[in-house]
């Protein structure tokens, strides 16, 4: 059985983060490994993990499935796919939806350097050497099709 109910996703407090960390660094847990695991930097009782399990559910961070009697969790998605998520909103909500201002500020700001500016054109470039690419490959492929 999964429950794969998705939901906005909301902020994370720092044990939901904590928690999420764990998740995404290890895959699929159970409650206890999860309270076992952060129990040296977080110690947890039993209820309190389930909470904060429960929660982080809700707000749509995971999902689970039960195997016999017990909840197995694993994230609803990956960690950068929830970052870019986060990015967006914050675009939205801050930048009128331009991720352009977003960088400028981030620039102007000293959040990024020129050599972080010059590798991130040279990841973009190469993004859209690979895109094109296999846009050529599925052209060539419909057109022996043909």
Same mark, same amino acid.
């Given at each position: 059985?999964? #429950?794969?109910?998705?939901?906005? /996703?909301?902020? /994370? $407090?720092?044990?939901?983060? =904590?928690?999420?960390?764990?998740?995404?660094?290890?895959?699929?847990?159970?409650?206890? =490994?999860? %309270?076992?695991?952060?129990?040296?930097?977080?110690?947890?009782?039993? =209820?309190?993990?389930?909470?904060? /399990?429960?929660?982080?559910?809700?707000?749509?961070?995971?999902?689970?499935?039960?195997?016999?009697?017990?909840?197995?969790?694993?994230? =609803? +998605?990956?960690?950068?796919?929830?970052?870019?998520?986060?990015?967006?909103?914050?675009?939205?909500?801050?930048?009128? !939806?331009?991720?352009?201002?977003?960088?400028? !500020?981030?620039?102007?700001?000293?959040?990024? +350097?020129?050599?972080?500016?010059? %590798?991130?054109?040279?990841?973009?470039?190469?993004?859209?050497?690979?895109?094109?690419?296999?846009?050529?490959? $599925? #052209?060539? /492929?419909? #057109?022996?099709?043909?």
């Amino acid at each position: 059985m999964t #429950n794969t109910r998705h939901t906005r /996703l909301k902020n /994370l $407090g720092e044990v939901e983060q =904590s928690v999420m960390d764990y998740i995404w660094a290890h895959g699929p847990s159970t409650a206890e =490994s999860c %309270r076992e695991a952060l129990a040296a930097t977080r110690p947890m009782k039993d =209820s309190t993990i389930r909470t904060v /399990l429960r929660r982080l559910e809700e707000k749509g961070f995971l999902n689970h499935e039960i195997q016999g009697r017990t909840f197995i969790y694993r994230a =609803s +998605d990956a960690r950068q796919t929830v970052a870019v998520r986060a990015v967006k909103g914050i675009i939205d909500r801050f930048c009128g !939806g331009s991720a352009e201002q977003l960088v400028l !500020g981030m620039v102007d700001n000293a959040v990024l +350097d020129r050599r972080q500016l010059e %590798r991130l054109a040279r990841q973009i470039a190469e993004s859209e050497r690979k895109i094109a690419a296999k846009t050529a490959d $599925g #052209n060539t /492929l419909r #057109n022996k099709e043909d």
